[in-house]
């Protein structure tokens, strides 16, 4: 199964296996991974599953759609920066093997 590396804001490091079509965020929820609230339970409705991408993986998941619900919804997440996602949206695959994905401070 591919991995997902998610690093806490104070660097703490944890590493998840994930099943082929899970949500990076669905994965962190499961395994209670500190630092993704998730409080609309994936629907893509609240940014408290707000992540930034490590730079590796920016070229391959790319950025939200200027418009789309994401983008919106980005829009309200702490701290916002170029290489935000929600991990609600973040679908695992085996390409993404590896990934890894940083908390900011706080969800809310």
């Not at 804001?9 to 590493?15: I, L, Q, S, V």
């Not at 707000?50 to 997440?77: C, I, N, R």
Request: hydrophobic share 40%; charged share 20%; aromatic share 4%.
């Amino acid at each position: 199964m591919p991995k997902v590396t998610y690093i806490e804001h104070d660097g703490t490091a944890h590493t998840i296996e994930l099943l082929i079509g899970e949500s990076v965020m669905r994965g962190a929820v499961d395994n209670e991974v500190p630092g993704i609230d998730a409080d609309c339970g994936g629907a893509c409705a609240c940014a408290t599953c707000h992540v930034y991408l490590d730079p590796a993986w920016l070229d391959l998941l790319g950025t939200p759609k200027p418009g789309s619900q994401e983008a919106s919804m980005l829009s309200f997440a702490a701290v916002a920066q170029p290489n935000s996602r929600l991990s609600c949206q973040i679908k695992m695959t085996e390409a993404l093997d590896g990934l890894t994905v940083r908390m900011p401070e706080g969800q809310h």
